[in-house]
């Protein structure tokens, strides 16, 4: 077995040196030379492009040379050349270096400045007619005579809100469309509101839009108010112990109900109980375990009270 390996172990270095001699003999009818100084590449280094660490790094700068000369050349030519413009005034053809050129002459510039001007200033004299700059419009600003009561041209039913389309209005959509209950409240105080103000229906329907039944308050207050109004989950626990029964926010007892952990009303009963637990095991120790959670409940702010599946 020895003698088979070793001659096929002789076999194969035969092969690869005969593969060898025939690369070398390829490789030496056509010489890969080098890109910088165009000399000779030796056999083991023939997959370099340079013979030379020094041959590479002088031809690499000379590349970047090589390179700014050709951009500077590109931007001789551009500022050479001339481009067809269209005046935005007269609509005129004429002929400039720069392709973002507007206009042909200076008169055609001044005319374009004086119409850049005209919109801005019928712009502004929307708001003029509230007092209101355009800066400033969310800022508290009482509306001027003419127009403290807003002129409602249409009702629309739009979702869970009633909107109202008023053209002139300074918070109007892109369709002239104002929720009808901020318009209301407007009109009653007589300016308009902050951006942080909220309109609150009382009675909790949104289509009721009266006087009566809208109240104004902050974005804050507005929060606080519906948060009060939110019903509360409890847990009713009977403590193993002592047999107290107590309540607790399903939050703070969550942690407890998935691991199926025994809650207590303070923690000399837990001590106490756990004592018990190692030494003794009766059936008043097993009953009080199962009757460790009572109920899961949701209360109300009314006071009133709705039983939830454990």
């Not at 400033?136 to 979702?159: A, P, R, Y």
Request: hydrophobic residues 30%; contains cysteine; glycine residues 2%.
């Amino acid at each position: 077995m020895v003698n088979k390996l070793n001659i096929s172990n002789i076999n194969f270095i035969k092969k690869q040196k005969d593969r060898s001699k025939r690369c070398l003999e390829e490789y030496t009818k056509y010489n890969k030379k080098c890109l910088h100084c165009s000399s000779d590449i030796p056999f083991e280094k023939r997959m370099n492009k340079f013979c030379n660490s020094s041959c590479a790094a002088s031809y690499n700068n000379k590349g970047k040379l090589r390179n700014k000369i050709y951009y500077d050349n590109l931007r001789k030519d551009n500022k050479n050349k001339i481009h067809l413009c269209i005046c935005v005034t007269c609509n005129k053809k004429f002929e400039s270096k720069n392709k973002k050129t507007k206009c042909c002459s200076k008169e055609c510039k001044h005319i374009q400045m004086k119409n850049i001007i005209k919109d801005r200033l019928e712009r502004e004299d929307r708001f003029k007619k509230y007092n209101v700059p355009i800066t400033q419009v969310d800022e508290h600003h009482s509306l001027t005579k003419e127009c403290s009561i807003w002129k409602i041209e249409k009702i629309i039913k739009k979702g869970d809100y009633l909107y109202c389309v008023i053209k002139n209005h300074p918070k109007k959509t892109s369709k002239d469309y104002v929720l009808l209950h901020r318009i209301i409240m407007e009109n009653h105080i007589g300016r308009l509101l902050k951006s942080n103000e909220v309109v609150h229906h009382i009675n909790g329907n949104k289509f009721d839009n009266r006087i009566e039944n809208l109240q104004l308050m902050t974005h804050t207050e507005h929060t606080k108010f519906h948060l009060l109004e939110r019903p509360k989950v409890f847990v009713l626990i009977k403590c193993p112990n002592c047999q107290k029964i107590f309540e607790r926010k399903l939050r703070r007892a969550k942690p407890s109900l998935k691991l199926k952990k025994l809650m207590y009303c303070s923690k000399q009963c837990a001590a106490i109980f756990q004592y018990k637990l190692i030494h003794k095991e009766t059936e008043e120790i097993k009953k009080s375990i199962s009757e460790n959670v009572i109920k899961i409940f949701r209360k109300f702010p009314d006071n009133t009270e709705q039983t939830l599946d454990s």
